[in-house]
């Protein structure tokens, strides 16, 4: 029972004792995930990028500072509505300048253009969503041609996580999200190893091919 209410937390915090505590582990053990997918989506200051489950907004803060084009813009998604109260208090300035714009909404279903998106990123979130071929198939409408996204992973302590039935099904596997990126038209798909400051993380590279 308590395995299962953590894995509800972590998926869709809330303005709860057990949300609160959710939101400051996510502070604390995902600022460097955060960081690292940053970096590895190779973000150019005039792009568009999209972070999904953007939690306290902590990714969304670092990709930000990366945008310094006049046409740099950023967009953030996440189900729950107090972490996007948080990231809304996180980004004040930011979003009242028109350079960050948030969502509170279900990545299956992201209420964007098609074809908008430059790159794509996600720490930690994946596992949560209940159908990731509808996910992947969203994601994939919502980025132009040759879009990159990556996701950002630490796999051995997901595992561990799983093991203690706190993450649901199979869909944490890299190669169930892997599988679907790849069913829903997306190329160029692997994960590798990258080291980022003094630990190592798995990253999960995808193309949008149109």
Known sequence: MWAEKIGKQLGHP???VAGWLVSRYLQVFNHILEESAVQLCGIQSGDTVLELGHGPGLGLQSAAKLLTE???CLIG?????????MASERLKACVASGKVTLHHCDVAKMPLADSLVDKVFH???YYFWPDLRK???EIHRVMKPGGVMVAVL???SIAAIAAKQV???ENWRPEAYMAALRDTGFT??????RRHKYITVQAIFATASK
């Open 167 to 169: 993450l649901p099904g």
């Open 188 to 193: 160029d798909v692997r994960m590798e190893d």
């Open 77 to 85: 998604v996440d189900y729950s509505a107090y972490m996007h109260q």
């Open 14 to 16: 809330t303005r709860t």
């Open 70 to 72: 006049p046409a740099g």
């Open 154 to 156: 630490r796999l051995s």
């Open 123 to 125: 720490c930690n979130c």
């Open 135 to 137: 996910g992947a198939t």
